[in-house]
């Protein structure tokens, strides 16, 4: 079996991904071993609230972004996994029927493990080089003794190590638990599908109706992707706008930052892959007489309720997180600000939201359009 460098190299959403968690985690991780070294006896009042609400605030932070971002992770190597199965499926049936075990076909998925170990040894070289210019952040009223920056190979083994072993361990088992289908699936293509019970209201859907309902349940995965696009744009920008008052600037950029590469990577590969997965559906509803526009709606347009979803829940999210760590983290803190929500923020992101969405709609409409039936049909 072979996975070629252009397989490799789709796995660097991945790497995107593992690299964003882990600069976050380190420097937070960091910055509280620091941090608890101190001898807080020595402290102020306001510098013992301070101290206190950072370290409160580093948990919180760890644990809802570390979290999050390592389960999209999970479900980007699932995704591309499958994928890879999906599309190499003649070739590991030809390879089951000669006679080559799940297990030894299964050991070569180590690689998509690779993009885990990229991204995670990215992310904490990268921490590591702003850890100087976050400590100084984190103590610009200088309440707090100045924190000498100290390596912690803990660290390396927790933020690196065990995440590229675990991720590659369950690259080899995920595949081994796929190829366990018969060899003559594989090479003829074969998929199973669910029969429901019941009776449903296909009979008062549209043609088109129905082929976005189809849509959507072959690639609800991208449903997914879409959604957590739509909820990263407006969580971390809208967060990143209060961030300027309630934190500093260089926090605000750095969560704005992490906002974006989160929210354009996960829309532009949930796009192409709608568009490449859909490409025969395109070509035949053209022999049909369909035009572009309805070929766009009916694959595009099925996941824009998803897109609004997603982007309701990040208005949502922000909104709790941030009352959340004011009221009870920075509670004792002095001439902190009170947060209330922010509806000029909100539009403001909502506009730019439907400007960015609509134009990636369109760059892909314009996708769609070049699909020929010719090309689509020889694959």
Known sequence: MIISLKDI????????????????????????????????STLSAAGKAIYEAQISMGKITVAVTGGCLGITSLILLVFYIKNYIDAHGKELGILKAMGYSNLSVAKYFWVFGWS????????????????????????????????????????LLLLVIVPAVSFTVFSVLYAFLKLKSPALDFMYERKQTKIKSGKESAKKLSFLQSLKRATLRSKKVLAFFITFAAFSFSAM???????????????????????????????????????KGNSKTVAMMRVMGYDNTACSNTVLGAYRPFACVGFIIGTLYQYGLLKLIMTFVFSNVENMPEYHFNWFNLLM???????????????????????????????
């Open 116 to 155: 885990v170990l990229v991204g995670c040894v990215a992310g904490f070289c990268a921490a590591y080089a702003y850890l100087p210019n976050f400590y100084a952040a984190q103590n610009a009223d200088g309440l707090l003794p100045d924190i000498p920056l100290r390596f912690h190979f803990s660290l």
């Open 9 to 40: 190299a789709k796995l660097f959403g991945i790497s995107i991904v593992t690299c964003c968690a882990v600069f976050v985690c380190t420097m937070f991780f960091s910055y509280h071993i620091d941090l608890a070294a101190i001898d807080g």
């Open 237 to 275: 920008v809208q967060m990143s706008i209060s961030m300027i008052d309630l934190a500093s600037e260089t926090f605000a950029w750095m969560v704005f930052m992490i906002g974006l590469i989160l929210a354009f990577l996960s829309l532009l590969l949930s796009l192409s892959e709608v568009v």
């Open 349 to 379: 992101t909502l506009a730019a939201f439907v400007v960015v969405y609509e134009l990636a709609m369109a760059l892909f409409s314009l996708r769609i359009k070049k699909l020929s039936l010719k090309s689509v049909m020889t694959e």
